[in-house]
């Protein structure tokens, strides 16, 4: 949303974050090595992945970009799972927590491949604690160099959401959750913006674990059926969403609750 000179919520003009910087500023040698081995890192784990399993046609090992993508993707690793369980399960960990990590779209087609491969409950293992780790991982890299990054492209956003960390310090935890059970704010911009804010790890890591479980049902269970699929919104229909947004508002009534009290 566009804001007019100082930025305003509520008549109160939202807290500056804490630490100054500029989206122009350059990241240093060591932030750019760093960056650059976790990106090496993810490779050569890969790479090791490959390298372990039958000789064969991997043509049809890309990230998936559409349903059909994702169905040939399925079909071909089905074959796989049974023999190379260990393998697929450490490639498939690598790369959704690569894609985390990098902002790279496309999460909701792995976690719809964790329910076509390994079922309800095992599915929702992965993508809970992929998501989690992923997120995590960005969570660190952004705290070493996102900061640049955050405030070019979201500027207006990360005023807001320091505004919202700083007035909620007591309740953090459960706002942490509403923004994770609700599309108030992209979850790749809390990923990133969440260190920039001080918002604790702690804090950080029990709202994202704990937020992700109804869409990763959500969507994992919906993998099951992949082959019924006709689009990515036939995941989100009406009454998931309310139940996810249900969900969101109850996150936070605690904390409204004690506000009134006090």
């Not at 122009?24 to 399993?53: D, H, M, P, Q, R």
């Not at 995590?136 to 320091?162: A, E, N």
């Not at 001080?198 to 919906?222: E, K, M, N, S």
Request: aromatic share 12%; hydrophobic share 50%.
């Amino acid at each position: 949303m566009e804001r007019e000179g100082e930025p305003t919520i509520g008549g109160v003009a939202p807290a500056v974050p804490s630490k100054s910087a500029d989206p122009g500023n350059s990241l240093s040698f060591w932030e750019v090595t760093a960056a650059s081995g976790v990106v090496v890192g993810f490779l050569v784990g890969l790479v090791c992945v490959y390298l372990t399993l039958p000789q064969s046609d991997y043509s049809f090992l890309k990230l998936p970009r559409n349903l059909e993508d994702l169905q040939i993707l399925r079909d071909n690793l089905e074959i796989y799972t049974s023999d190379y369980t260990v393998q697929v399960l450490v490639g498939y960990c690598l790369v959704y927590v690569f894609m985390q990590t990098f902002m790279i779209p496309g999460t909701v087609f792995m976690s719809l491949l964790a329910g076509a491969l390994f079922g309800v409950f095992k599915g929702m293992a992965l993508v809970v604690s992929t998501a989690t780790a992923g997120a995590s991982s960005c969570y660190f890299l952004s705290k070493l160099i996102g900061r640049p990054l955050i405030f070019s492209l979201w500027p207006d956003k990360l005023v807001f959401f320091q505004d919202q960390v700083a007035r909620r310090k007591d309740g953090l935890l459960n706002y942490m959750l509403f923004l994770r059970l609700t599309p108030t704010l992209p979850n790749t911009f809390i990923n990133v913006a969440s260190p920039i804010v001080d918002v604790p790890y702690h804090i950080f890591f029990l709202a994202t674990f704990i937020g992700l479980i109804p869409a990763a049902y959500v969507t994992v269970r919906a993998g099951i059926a992949l082959g019924e699929l006709q689009s990515l919104g036939d995941l989100y229909d009406f009454s998931s969403m309310a139940t996810l947004f249900l969900i969101g508002v109850l996150s936070v009534t605690p904390t409204l609750i004690s506000k009134k009290k006090a």
